[in-house]
């Protein structure tokens, strides 16, 4: 078990103390009262690994939503929002 210090933590994650010490406050990084505050490096990764997933999930929506339709879904779209080419009647 090794512990951080918030500057040391800071350090990893490449942010500023501020960041960390917001971090803690919120409940999203699990850290040690005292002084110094210590943060468990298990807790650290934890906490890299959970924003890596939720990043790689929301990259999957993203392409997911953007994903090519296929032809049926295409040609309905384009027959339904083609301008209609008929002569009006007079």
């Known amino acids: 078990m090794k ?3 918030e500057p040391e933590a800071a350090e990893i994650l ?3 103390s501020s960041k960390i010490r ?3 406050f919120s409940g999203e ?3 040690i009262p005292g002084r110094p505050v210590l943060i468990e490096e298990a807790d650290l990764e934890a906490y890299i690994e959970e924003k890596r997933r939720q990043r790689a999930q929301k ?8 994903a090519p339709m ?5 040609a309905a779209l384009a027959v339904l929002l ?3 080419r008929r002569k009006p009647k007079a």
């Open 59 to 66: 990259e999957a929506e993203y392409r997911a939503a953007r």
């Open 14 to 16: 490449q942010c500023s």
């Open 70 to 74: 296929d032809a049926k879904k295409w």
């Open 29 to 31: 990084l699990a850290y």
């Open 82 to 84: 083609k301008p209609d």
């Open 3 to 5: 512990f951080l210090t």
């Open 22 to 24: 917001r971090l803690r």
